[in-house]
């Protein structure tokens, strides 16, 4: 009984120590940059500062309001669900993979509907700052795609966990973990020739001028860059951005179409560089182990969670019927609650947006160590400070991104440094001393630019 009151405390002790284990061990541990202090005013206009806080301050807030309707919706159907809710999955325990499925589908769909209000709102004030450039119908099309594949996916993971759940009633945590980190392998692998293209159109970086310069950054960065695409996201929005993805044969790296064609070459070749080193410091691979460290005391949390949910339920349910809890055949154990039927779906849904949300934030601070690694690779492979600040000050005039966020905000939501950090980067890196090689090897560059 003891170890029972204090089953879910050491979980959610372990999981806590595995993130910040995780990400202390997983850190850069070389090649960062002290960044220089910088004052917003000196790279941006009063005007700018305005609209971006105008902007953001607000959007901040419908997200906010967004996950709070998403927890206050998932915490009714899995601590107060509807009387029809239950009997249906009651019923469905007879087909517990379908009717798992069936439930997955239907909370995700629901959460895609009681959200769009919020979403929309923040669609359209995108839209109104010049942000965004779709149409309601083009909108529309996205968050009907977006919804059904993420009701697909969830009806697939909640068959899954039910499936685990039957065949390892008291221990499901254990291939819960494990499938999680393959589900991630395989979908960092498929998502650029699966899903990626369902929203936008990929084509290949035609030979040219271009070309020739990322190869030849990649050559000076030895990396195997794999294709490099450009994407056109100028359908939708007047943001830059550009990404590395994929693993193996999907490996690529992602240009903005509005980069390409807006920005000056030397800030094109800060993006590219940045991206480089996310491949040189094989950081989807640093992601990808961080999960791996953090998913078995996750999921261990996830089940202790789930069953002190089903464990209540089935009280209330068996003082209101005088019926047994041990149930039919098929059934998890006295003890485990709702396990490896289809009513511990909800409850599952519930307590993986609550643990997902935490572990999120937790990433979040390795994430900013990844990126800030990352700025400064591409300061030493490209020795063009000046298109670096440059850079980072049109991607936040460009994506009217909030130059100095607010502490708590950076620290639970930013994956990047903020964009005043980023410029101190630049700002240190002129500052340092210039060694004779580094010197020779930018007159090198600069006349290689220009021949």
């Not at 000046?386 to 939501?413: H, K, T």
């Not at 410029?423 to 090897?441: N, Q």
Request: charged share 20%; proline share 6%.
């Amino acid at each position: 009984m003891r170890a029972h009151r204090y089953a879910l405390p050491t979980a959610i002790l372990g999981t806590v120590v595995a993130v910040g284990a995780a990400s202390f061990v997983l850190r850069p541990r070389s090649g960062l940059i002290e960044p220089a202090a910088v004052d917003a005013k000196a790279y941006f206009s009063p005007a700018q500062l305005e609209r971006t806080h105008d902007f953001r301050r607000p959007q901040a807030l419908l997200g906010l309001l967004g996950l709070g309707v998403t927890g206050g919706t998932l915490a009714l159907l899995a601590l107060r669900p509807p009387p029809r809710m239950r009997r249906g999955l009651e019923w469905a325990g007879g087909r517990p993979l379908i009717g798992a499925a069936a439930a997955g589908a239907g909370i995700s769909l629901l959460l895609a509907a009681v959200t769009l209000p919020v979403d929309a709102a923040a669609q359209r004030r995108a839209a109104e700052v010049g942000l965004s450039t779709q149409g309601l119908g083009l909108w529309l099309g996205d968050v009907a795609r977006s919804a059904a594949l993420s009701a697909l996916m969830a009806a697939a993971g909640a068959a899954l966990l039910v499936g685990l759940a039957r065949r390892f009633p008291r221990r499901w945590w254990i291939p819960a973990s494990l499938a999680t980190v393959a589900l991630s392998v395989l979908f960092l692998f498929a998502a650029p020739v699966l899903v990626a293209p369902l929203f936008n159109r990929f084509t290949p970086l035609p030979p040219g001028e271009l070309r020739s310069e990322v190869l030849d950054l990649a050559r000076r960065a030895g990396v195997q860059v794999g294709e490099v695409y450009r994407v056109d996201a100028s359908r939708r929005t007047t943001g830059v951005n550009a990404y590395v993805g994929g693993l193996g044969a999907t490996k690529r790296v992602v240009l903005y179409d509005n980069l390409i064609d807006d920005f000056p070459r030397d800030q094109v070749r800060s993006v590219v560089a940045h991206e480089l080193a996310h491949q040189r410091h094989r950081d989807l691979y640093r992601g990808l182990l961080w999960l791996a460290l953090v998913a078995p005391p996750a999921m261990l949390l996830l089940q202790r969670l789930v069953e002190r949910t089903g464990t209540r339920h089935s009280g209330a349910e068996r003082a209101s019927s005088g019926r047994s809890g041990t149930g039919r055949s098929g059934t998890a154990p006295t003890g485990a609650g709702h396990s490896g039927t289809p009513t511990m779906v909800p409850a599952f849904a519930l307590w993986l947006a609550v643990v997902g949300f935490c572990l999120t934030a937790g990433s979040n601070a390795l994430s900013r160590q990844v990126e800030s690694a990352a700025d400064a690779f591409a300061l030493r492979l490209t020795q063009e400070p000046e298109a670096f600040i440059a850079l980072e000050r049109g991607l936040a005039i460009r994506n009217v991104a909030d130059p100095d966020p607010p502490r708590a905000v950076q620290l639970l939501f930013g994956t990047h440094p903020d964009t005043l950090e980023r410029i101190g980067y630049g700002v240190a890196w002129k500052r340092r001393p210039i060694r004779s090689a580094d010197r020779e090897s930018s007159s090198a560059r600069r006349a290689q630019a220009g021949s």
